[in-house]
């Protein structure tokens, strides 16, 4: 049986109850719990969960609030399956404040977990007992998918390619941000795409790695822009669903790299990719689809895909303005590339269907390929 929290969304709650039914049954929990008794991990668990909340608490009496909430939060959760020891915790990312607690109190009261997340490609879904993004169970060891794929044609193929057939870019929500025709890539010279993330996304605050914040991306591509060669520029986009406009650090950026870095903000993402050099990206899901391109990408921060032979990853700034020096030389591995979007499609992804109300399904076979592997990892 499977314990989790409402998703809030038609889409993610369809999905849950897919997964639920699929399982054999489950209880659908509104909100998480308070339980005033803590255990001896509490204090760090609830700081920690803290530390990483989406939505941070202004003031010192507003961040104790939050605290309190957060430590009561992972009390009941802990308490809720050690009572239900056979129940499997699942909710939505997981990975910040609130969720965060209700997950790991499920952890060390011995329960299994399923951690869901949008996927990177139309019609799959993420379920994963590890964690999502960054954090996901997926091994980082190339030869982990090339043993797999073997001399198998199916797996070493260009099967995968399927994945990204349904593929578009993200609509709008900004009047600013577009998604129009690639006319203004018409003569203009050689570039590597950078499309930004959103900057308080889990991805962000958690996985930025060196450079920290979207702003700090920027800061560091303003500086290595200096090493590249004459006539290449980096094109940079804003994320269409960003709430808040990059436009100030963006002119900095563009101000100190004297016209090497160029702002298109209109131009279809999926055109600025294929007509590049290749995509500087911190951990966007664009690098991976940057791979139905067959573009090279530069990775700066912690992504699941950043696995060498796979991407470029640069983990300081003397690393980047080296892979700028010479970007005709980025390059990748494409069989690795294979084996691992293979894996990706036949294994790691369970398929989904969507009604014409919005309502998501899931493989049943999946799930239960899946739970079996929560069940093990606990």
Not at 99 to 105: D, H, T
Not at 194 to 210: E, H, K, M, R, Y
Request: with cysteine.
């Amino acid at each position: 049986m499977i314990a989790y929290l409402a998703g809030w969304t038609r889409k993610k709650d369809s999905l849950f109850a897919s997964v639920v039914q699929a399982a054999g049954g489950g209880v659908r929990l509104q909100m998480i719990g308070l339980s005033l008794r803590g255990f001896a991990e509490s204090a760090a668990r609830a700081q920690a969960a803290l530390a990483v909340a989406k939505r941070q608490p202004k003031g010192p009496v507003g961040r104790w609030l939050k605290y309190r909430l957060i430590w009561a939060q992972y009390n009941w959760a802990r308490r809720y399956f050690t009572r239900y020891p056979d129940r499997v915790a699942m909710c939505w990312n997981g990975l910040t404040g609130s969720r965060r607690a209700f997950m790991e109190g499920a952890r060390d009261a011995g329960a299994a977990r399923l951690f869901a997340e949008l996927a990177p490609f139309p019609g799959r879904a993420t379920l994963d007992p590890v964690g999502v993004n960054a954090l996901n169970g997926l091994p980082r060891d190339p030869a982990f998918y090339l043993d797999w794929a073997g001399d198998d044609p199916a797996r070493t193929g260009d099967g995968w390619r399927a994945l990204g057939a349904g593929l578009t870019a993200r609509a709008s929500r900004r009047a600013d941000v577009g998604q129009g025709d690639g006319a203004a890539l018409t003569g203009a010279g050689p570039f590597l795409f950078c499309p930004l993330q959103v900057p308080n996304d889990s991805q962000i605050t958690l996985f930025a790695g060196w450079v920290q914040s979207v702003e700090g991306m920027l800061a560091a591509l303003a500086e290595a822009a200096e090493a590249l060669p004459d006539g290449w520029h980096i094109r940079i986009k804003e994320h269409p669903s960003a709430r808040t406009s990059m436009a100030q650090a963006l002119d900095g950026a563009v101000a100190r790299a004297g016209g090497r870095l160029v702002v298109d903000n209109q131009t279809d993402t999926f055109a600025q990719v294929a007509a590049s050099g290749g995509v500087i990206t911190i951990n966007s899901s664009v690098g991976l689809q940057a791979f139905f391109h067959d573009r090279p990408v530069i990775t700066l921060g912690q992504a699941f895909f950043a696995i060498p032979g796979l991407v470029n990853r640069a983990d300081g700034p003397e690393a980047l303005a080296g892979l700028l020096a010479a970007p005709e030389n980025l390059g990748y591995r494409p069989e690795w590339r294979a084996a691992f979007m293979n894996y990706l499609d036949q294994v790691y992804y369970p398929k989904t269907q969507t009604d014409a109300d919005g309502r998501v399904s899931i493989d049943p076979k999946a799930v239960l390929r899946i739970l079996d592997q929560a069940k093990a990892a606990k």
